[in-house]
């Protein structure tokens, strides 16, 4: 099995983080990593209101581990949910879904009494971070 050796290393990841980081974690909290995105058309300030890497295999290839390290917790490895939070296969495709993930992954998301249920990525990803994870999340759409 895949997952066993993952959630290990997740933990190391999580200890790791947790010694070396003079930040106090929230339980359950994993501190974002910045994602590499040395490759990539560089986007600028102004944020796209469409995914300008669509079906970018570069992209796609750093979205995957962008979405690995930073996602996969939640949302399930290979975008496929294990009920924790949604599956992010049934999004809406194209610059229609796209608002909505960017909404998502640049403010996080709350429960009414103020409790984080995702964290908000805006100021530790790029944009050209978030949109490479969103091509590669896409990319998983048409294998269903
Ligand atoms: C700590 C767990 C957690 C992590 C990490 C996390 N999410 Fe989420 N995400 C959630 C939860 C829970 C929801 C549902 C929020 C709600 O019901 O309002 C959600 C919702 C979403 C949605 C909207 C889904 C829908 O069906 O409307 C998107 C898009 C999304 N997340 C993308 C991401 C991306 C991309 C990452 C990684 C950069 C990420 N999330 C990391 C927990 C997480």
Redesign the pocket.
């Known amino acids: 099995m895949f997952v066993r050796p993952f959630v290990a290393a997740l933990a190391a990841a999580i200890l790791l983080i947790a010694t070396d980081n003079t930040r106090v974690l929230a339980h359950?909290d994993?501190t974002?990593q910045p994602i590499d995105t040395a490759g990539l058309e560089p986007l600028g300030d102004e944020w796209r209101k469409e995914n300008p890497y669509r079906d970018n295999a570069k992209a796609i290839e750093i979205g995957e581990s962008?979405?690995t390290q930073?996602?996969a917790?939640?949302?399930g490895l290979e975008v496929i949910s294990g009920g924790?939070?949604?599956?992010?296969r049934?999004?809406d495709k194209g610059p229609v879904g796209d608002e909505?993930?960017m909404e998502?992954?640049r403010h996080?998301?709350k429960k009414t009494d103020g409790t984080t249920?995702?964290?908000a990525?805006e100021g530790t990803?790029s944009q050209e971070a978030?949109w490479a994870?969103?091509a590669y999340?896409e990319s998983k759409f048409s294998e269903q």
Do not use: S
């Open positions: 359950g994993v974002p962008g979405y930073n996602c917790r939640c949302h924790l939070a949604p599956d992010l049934h999004l909505w993930f998502r992954i996080g998301a249920i995702m964290p990525f990803f978030m994870i969103r999340v």
